[in-house]
């Protein structure tokens, strides 16, 4: 069984950079490895939909979303089956938890996303 791990909660202030780490270990049930697998991140809100952050495919592609692009970039190390985002110039609508997920497929929407994080808590403040 799969498992995706998350670095620990962020305690910010407006204007800092943060870096959160996903992880994965475990066999995907599919036989592939975690290296041919999308990773994506995504963030929720109470009362809110999870909105996509960012995303990297296996052969490196990017995609970021709308409220955090041109400040982020995700990153991935598949001899450490990680994948990192990094966040610049926060802001307190940045305040969520964030998760990661993987996908077969180089998408941004989280109903195909399977095999999540356990969610990391990110707190930016003014």
């Known amino acids: 069984q799969v498992q995706l791990r998350q670095s620990g909660e962020v305690l910010a202030q407006a204007g800092d950079s943060l870096g959160l780490s996903c992880t994965a270990s475990g066999s995907f049930a599919s036989g592939r490895s975690f290296s041919g697998y999308t990773v994506g991140w995504f963030r929720h809100n109470s009362g809110k939909e999870r909105e996509f952050v960012a995303a990297?495919?296996?052969?490196?592609?990017?995609h970021y979303g709308d409220p955090v692009k041109g400040r982020s970039t995700i990153s991935r190390d598949n001899s450490k089956n990680t994948v990192n985002l990094r966040m610049n110039s926060l802001k307190p609508e940045d305040t969520a938890v964030y998760y990661c997920a993987v996908d077969i497929i180089f998408q941004f929407k989280p109903q195909t996303y399977h095999y999540w994080g356990q969610g990391t808590q990110v707190t930016v403040s003014a």
């Open positions: 990297i495919s296996p052969n490196g592609d990017t």
